[in-house]
């Protein structure tokens, strides 16, 4: 089956012999999910297909647009040491074509429906995604099943698309003190972790892949067992199902290699790390390891993590802003965040940048005194309704783009975790309680715990 948009476009642009074949295997009796509220209308839907590739559809009518990802479950965190990079380099050559599309033809295809697309890639997963008119979604699907299993992968294309990746680590790690420094941070304070290595990979790394190390990951971990079809948009999840079951349905499955755990080994003491580097002006970074949500001991842990994240830095009024940037003035910016939806252990992180006139060490310091006063002082009712609020009003707001609905169903996922937890995510944050605020405070944001990078300016 070939969509007529690939097939006229094709057509039109080279005599390319086009080899489609989809066979016709069936796909599970899709798995429905209601809202939290029975009366609202039912607007998420699932499925599996026969060679193990999830399906998940949203249905939003609003505009006659939809974005159309596929999520794989693998990352930099996935790389053993010496393939460091190699998720993103992969990335990079599924662009480079296939029996059917040939090299550089996949972003022109897009662009001539009036599409635009683009991929990413993360500790945790690599996606890809088209945004275009919602009649074009068989040429989306077209597309993504036809590199998931058949990429080319041409060795010459290799040796000018990793230049391409080195010179982008180059201009986006190396010549930014400020990465480099949250980098070495990274590699710090993560010991045991796949979160050790920099997505982009270390440059020595670089230089050593080979295009036979590329075609083996692609071959690995390219399979629909182990991807997610994420699909939003004017679409009716029915007719997803059915041009999923066409496209995707003859692919065959893989044996997939067992997703790391990246568990972090106990810390047995602070860390510190100075990156000297020329900068214009000096960098602190802070971290603490602390469980993620696969990784918690108690899943509340999880949102209690994420309220105090809001407390230190959460607007005009949290704690940072007010007291160390604006009160005080020893920073001139400063904040702090909790990932906490991951596939291993994360960081509670904070950063700041000292004021002019103050130094590395007065940041420090102050940092340390707003998490030693929530340690034993317990956040105000005001301070927790505000982050409540704020969150919501985040949830509220990312419901209208389609891509940000799309990304946060892959996010949840790919970490093997339900998109469902997210329609609840307000609701378990909003029954987190001062005192557990005030216990994950005291329980992980200690010195065993701490990594610290500064980057101090060299001449």
């Not at 940092?367 to 006063?373: A, D, G, M, R, Y």
């Amino acid at each position: 089956m070939t969509s007529p948009a690939l097939r006229t476009y094709l057509v039109r642009t080279a005599s390319l012999f086009l080899i489609t074949v989809f066979a016709s295997t069936g796909f599970a009796t899709s798995d429905t999910a209601s809202t939290q509220n029975t009366q609202k209308p039912q607007k998420t839907f699932e499925t599996h297909l026969d060679n193990g590739l999830k399906v998940i559809v949203r249905e939003d009518n609003r505009a006659p647009i939809m974005v159309s990802q596929v999520w794989y479950k693998v990352g930099s965190s996935y790389e053993p040491i010496g393939l460091t990079g190699i998720s993103h380099v992969v990335e990079h050559m599924l662009f480079k074509g296939t029996p059917k599309v040939p090299t550089g033809e996949f972003s022109k295809i897009v662009a001539k429906y009036g599409g635009s697309e683009n991929a990413f890639t993360s500790y945790d997963y690599t996606g890809y995604y088209q945004k275009m008119q919602a009649n074009n979604l068989a040429l989306s699907f077209e597309l993504e099943a036809d590199r998931m299993r058949n990429a080319l992968l041409p060795e010459e294309e290799f040796k000018k698309e990793i230049e391409v990746v080195k010179e982008e680590r180059r201009l986006r790690t190396d010549d930014n003190p400020n990465a480099r420094t949250y980098e070495r941070f990274m590699a710090a304070a993560y010991l045991s972790s796949g979160y050790h290595h920099p997505i982009i990979g270390w440059m020595h790394d670089l230089n050593r892949l080979t295009i036979d190390d590329i075609r083996s990951w692609y071959q690995t971990w390219y399979a629909p067992n182990n991807a997610i079809l994420i699909v939003v948009g004017d679409v009716n999840h029915e007719e997803v199902f059915s041009l999923a079951k066409d496209y995707f349905g003859s692919l065959k499955p893989s044996v997939i290699p067992k997703p790391p755990t990246n568990i972090e080994a106990p810390s047995l003491g602070l860390r510190t790390v100075n990156v000297e580097v020329p900068a214009q002006v000096p960098a602190l970074y802070m971290g603490f390891n602390v469980p993620g949500i696969n990784t918690a001991e108690e899943e509340w842990e999880v949102y209690a993590l994420r309220m105090l994240a809001g407390v230190l830095d959460g607007g005009y009024s949290a704690r940072i802003e007010t007291d160390i940037i604006r009160k005080q003035q020893i920073a001139a910016s400063a904040g702090a965040g909790y990932g906490g939806f991951s596939l291993g252990d994360t960081l509670f992180y904070l950063s700041a940048i000292p004021a002019q006139g103050h130094s590395m060490e007065e940041v420090e310091q102050a940092l340390n005194e707003q998490i030693t006063k929530l340690q034993k002082e317990l956040p105000t009712e005001e301070e927790m309704q505000r982050v409540k609020a704020q969150v919501i009003s985040g949830i509220v707001f990312q419901q209208d783009s389609i891509s940000s609905q799309a990304n946060q169903i892959g996010r949840m996922e790919s970490i093997g975790r339900s998109w469902r937890e997210m329609e609840v995510f307000a609701d378990k944050l909003s029954s987190v309680t001062p005192e557990q605020v005030r216990a994950v405070a005291e329980k992980y944001l200690t010195n065993s715990r701490k990594t610290i990078a500064k980057l101090i300016p060299k001449s």
